[in-house]
C-alpha cells in the first residue's frame, strides 16, 4: 500500500513537472518574459532542491528550449544533447542546437543539425528552412536553392522561403528566375517592401528601366505610408 502511494505522488510530481515545463516554453512564447523567467528559477530550484529527479527525453528537450528563449545558450546545449543522448530520434532538439550554432556563427555545425531534424522530420517546412539559411550563409546556393524548393513543395505561399530563394538567384545572377519567384511572392503578399525593392534592382541590372522606376516608386509609396502612420 505505501509502495504504490510512493508511485502515484512520483508519477503526480512528474506530471506537475511536465506541465512547469510546458508553461515556461509557452509564456516565453508569448514574450510573457518576466513570468518566463520566473517560473524557470522556481524550476530550477525544484530540479535542484530533489536530485532525484530525471527528466526524461522530451522533458529535457522542454527544457532546452526554455534555456534558449532565455538566451541561456550553454545551458541549453547541455541539456538538449542529454535529450538527444537519451533519444536519438529528437528532431526538435536538433533543430535548436542548430539554431544556437546558428546564432553563434558556426553555419558548418549549424548545418550538421540541420540536416539532421530535417531527416528526422522531412515534412517540417521550418527545418528545411533554417538549412536553406544556413546553406545561404556558407555560400552553398545549389543546396540552399534545393532547401528553399523543398519547402514550398510543402507550402507553396511560404513567403520567407519564396523570399530567400529570390535573393539566392540575385546572388548567382539568375535574375530571370529571381525575377519570377519575387513576382510569386507578390501575388501573396502585393506590398511586400523588400520584394518589390529587389524586383526593382533586378530590372535595373536586366535595363527594364522603366519597370525599375515603377517598383521603386512603389516601395517609395508604401514606406511613405508606414512613415505617416507612425506620425499619427
Not at 33 to 55: F, G, M, P
Not at 80 to 89: A, E, H, T
Not at 108 to 128: G, T, V
Not at 144 to 159: F, G, P, Q
Amino acid at each position: 500500500m505505501l509502495m504504490a502511494i510512493g508511485v502515484l505522488y512520483a508519477e503526480e510530481a512528474k506530471s506537475s513537472l511536465t506541465d512547469d515545463l510546458h508553461k515556461v516554453v509557452e509564456c516565453f512564447k508569448e514574450n510573457k518574459k518576466a513570468q518566463a523567467y520566473n517560473l524557470l528559477v522556481q524550476l530550477e530550484k525544484k530540479l535542484d532542491a530533489d536530485k532525484s529527479i530525471e527528466l526524461n527525453a522530451k522533458e529535457n528537450l522542454l527544457l532546452g528550449r526554455a534555456y534558449f528563449y532565455a538566451s541561456k545558450d550553454d545551458r541549453a546545449t547541455v541539456v538538449l544533447n542529454k535529450s538527444i543522448s537519451q533519444d536519438d530520434n529528437m528532431p526538435g532538439a536538433y533543430f535548436y542546437l542548430g539554431l544556437i550554432n546558428n546564432y553563434a556563427g558556426d553555419h558548418k555545425n549549424a548545418q550538421k543539425y540541420f540536416i539532421k531534424c530535417a531527416r528526422l522530420s522531412p515534412d517540417n517546412e521550418i527545418y528545411h528552412f533554417e538549412l536553406g539559411k544556413c546553406y545561404s550563409r556558407q555560400q552553398n546556393y545549389a543546396e540552399a536553392i534545393l532547401s528553399h524548393k523543398r519547402v514550398l513543395a510543402l507550402n507553396s505561399k511560404h513567403v520567407p522561403s519564396l523570399y530567400n530563394l529570390a535573393i539566392v538567384y540575385c546572388q548567382i545572377e539568375q535574375y530571370s528566375n529571381a525575377d519570377s519567384v519575387l513576382n510569386d511572392l507578390l501575388e501573396i503578399e502585393p506590398n511586400h517592401i523588400d520584394a518589390l525593392y529587389n524586383l526593382g534592382q533586378v530590372s535595373q541590372t536586366t535595363g527594364k528601366h522603366a519597370q525599375s522606376l515603377k517598383y521603386f516608386k512603389q516601395v517609395v509609396s508604401l514606406k511613405d505610408t508606414d512613415f505617416r502612420a507612425l506620425a499619427k
